[in-house]
């Protein structure tokens, strides 16, 4: 367990926080390499499905990023998510996930800075918790 | 709620008689006790067989997406719940029903009754105002209906329709400071493991029967998501994993919507309890959005509108 590390999925909105990621990149900020990035057109996009298919493959976290409220490419996709996001937050703790697993997040392709922190929070929190315990699919034990 | 029967058929019978309506959607006496089943009376002939009782609890919703026929339902509270659904969702139009108003005394339990006499036989199950009277081999019982409501219609806040186009009898009393939430809250009080593992012992019996998703009006999906294979998002085995997430999502697609007429309980083979799932995100809606499902035809549902100002205390 020692050499444990996390996987974290990140689901970040192409306009706003994909971009920060490239910004975070090219300006050669360092940040914990344990996030997969999953480019989705807009937080709206994502379907609570995707998310339980991420725990399901054995994610420890999941993280998803967008636009701030009002500067939405399409205007007001973020604003749907974000009540989706609280009942599948609500829901998912509900069920037995921990809360330290799944974080949103909005940061705008300007903000590197805070996109290194979020990925460093996110991953400081994931790895406090450890290992995902339920939600994943075991394989098959083949003798 | 027997006494509610001629007014019924009184009514159905004037309007296949105008031809103010193709058929009258209602329910008839099942072959076996307490299983009354959902019945299409398309002629005046036809009349005679409608029926109601306290084992009326399918909710006949179900039966209107996608009509094309104008058509006559007799509905308890939550059926015309449901019917705001789906005029709101755009599944049938409000000027194609005619709907007969029932107001609703609770439906009772069967599998209750069932477990009370477990390995005698029931041969009969009648009613009076106050009491359910089971009767069968050297067996003639009188039990308080109050005792044996389903656990959805013990806690109903509106048992009364929402709309109607003719009520078959005076609203009943709707009772005040019923807490809907008591069992939610309990869940909430525990640690996520110990969450897990109540649910993990919750859902394990379930045979992926889809059962609750067939008999719930919500569902009307082409695709349901748990037939979609390109990509398949959720496991189609009967794996822990894969149910909890079936269940997870089947509730989640009710967020908002869910009226809590306890169908999906009602139809399940094996009795999971998966309305604590859906009265939860009832639960966070009214808390959140303070919205209620299918009490308004002005109202978008709440997953389908925002406010600017909505919480976002969870997002960094």
Not at chain 2, 77 to 106: A, M, S
Not at chain 2, 227 to 248: A, C, L, N, Y
Request: proline share 6%; charged share 30%.
């Amino acid at each position: 367990m020692k050499d444990w590390e996390p996987k974290i999925v990140a689901f970040l909105c192409n306009w706003c926080s994909y971009g920060a990621a490239d910004l975070a990149g090219v300006s050669r900020f360092q940040y914990p390499p344990y996030i997969r990035v999953i480019r989705i057109p807009c937080t709206g996009r994502l379907n609570p499905k995707f998310v339980l298919a991420a725990f399901r493959h054995g994610a420890d976290g999941v993280w998803i990023s967008g636009c701030h409220p009002g500067d939405c490419h399409y205007l007001e996709g973020n604003y749907y998510a974000r009540r989706r996001f609280a009942l599948l937050k609500s829901l998912l703790e509900y069920m037995g996930i921990e809360p330290e697993r799944i974080h949103f997040s909005w940061v705008s392709s300007a903000e590197a800075g805070k996109f290194v922190e979020v990925v460093s929070e996110v991953t400081e929190t994931v790895k406090k918790v450890g290992p995902l315990k339920y939600f994943m699919k075991k394989r098959p034990e083949v003798e | 709620m027997k006494e509610y029967i001629p007014k019924i058929r009184e009514i159905a019978r004037k309007l296949l008689e105008e031809e103010k309506v193709d058929a009258v959607l209602g329910f008839r006496k099942g072959t076996i006790p307490m299983m009354n089943e959902p019945f299409m009376a398309r002629s005046a002939s036809d009349v005679d067989l409608l029926y109601w009782d306290s084992n009326c609890g399918i909710n006949l919703a179900n039966y209107l997406h996608k009509r094309k026929e104008k058509i006559a339902v007799v509905a308890k509270g939550c059926d015309t719940r449901n019917i705001v659904n789906h005029i709101v969702e755009n599944q049938v139009k409000r000027d194609q029903l005619y709907i007969i108003g029932i107001p609703c005394r609770g439906m009772i339990d069967r599998r209750q009754i069932l477990a009370m006499f477990e390995g005698r036989e029931i041969e009969e199950v009648d009613e009076d105002a106050e009491n359910v009277i089971i009767k069968g081999d050297g067996l003639s019982e009188t039990i308080p209906r109050v005792e044996v409501l389903q656990e959805n219609c013990s806690i109903c806040i509106h048992h009364n329709p929402v709309i109607y186009d003719e009520m078959v009898d005076e609203p009943v009393e709707e009772p005040d400071h019923v807490d809907r939430y008591d069992d939610i809250k309990a869940i909430e009080e525990m640690d996520p493991e110990e969450r897990y593992q109540y649910f993990r012992d919750i859902f394990s019996p379930c045979i992926r029967c889809y059962a609750c998703r067939n008999s719930c009006p919500l569902c009307y999906c082409p695709t349901c998501f748990v037939d979609e294979s390109r990509p398949q998002w959720v496991g189609k085995s009967i794996d822990i994993t894969d149910v909890m997430t079936f269940h997870f999502l089947r509730a989640f697609h009710c967020a908002g919507r869910c009226t809590d007429c306890g169908s999906c309980e009602r139809a399940c083979p094996v009795g999971i309890p998966m309305r604590l799932l859906t009265k939860k995100l009832e639960k966070d809606i009214r808390e959140l959005y303070g919205y209620e499902a299918g009490m308004s035809l002005d109202e978008r549902p709440p997953l389908d509108t925002y406010r600017p100002d909505d919480p976002e205390f969870f997002i960094k």
